[in-house]
C-alpha cells in the first residue's frame, strides 16, 4: 500500500542538530490514495521522529506537486519558506521546504 522513511534532517554541509527530524520520503499506490493511507503513514513517520526525541521535523516536496502540499498542508505543516533545486540527470527540479513541531 505504501511506505513512509524518516530519520535525523540531511543537511548539505553534514551537520546534524538534534532537535530536527525528516522525512525522507513517503509513498502510497496511487490505487489506495484517498482512503487514510498516507494520513496513517505520516502520523506514523512524526511519531516515530518524536519517540527518537526530534521536537521539530521537515520534509522536502517538489514545487509543483499541489496535490502532495494541499496534503501536508492539511496534516498540519507549513511552508518555512526554504526552496532548493536539486539535479537528476539532465534535469533540474526545484523543490519547498515543509515544517512542522511535533508535540507529545
Not at 535525523?8 to 520520503?25: C, K, Q, R
Not at 527518537?52 to 505543516?77: M, S, V
Request: net charge negative; hydrophobic share 35%; proline share 3%.
Amino acid at each position: 500500500m505504501g511506505f513512509v522513511a524518516v530519520g535525523p534532517e540531511l543537511n548539505d554541509d553534514a551537520t546534524i542538530n538534534p532537535d530536527i527530524g525528516e522525512v525522507y520520503a513517503i509513498n502510497v499506490s496511487p490505487g489506495c490514495w484517498s482512503r487514510g493511507v498516507g494520513r496513517s503513514l505520516l502520523a506514523r513517520g512524526e511519531r516515530d521522529l518524536r519517540e527518537h526525541g526530534y521536537r521539530e521535523a521537515i520534509l522536502w516536496c517538489l514545487t509543483e506537486n499541489a496535490r502532495a502540499r494541499a496534503f501536508y498542508e492539511r496534516q498540519g505543516w507549513h511552508f518555512d519558506g526554504a526552496t532548493k533545486v536539486r539535479e537528476f540527470e539532465d534535469a533540474e527540479v526545484e523543490e519547498v521546504r515543509y515544517r512542522k513541531t511535533l508535540e507529545s
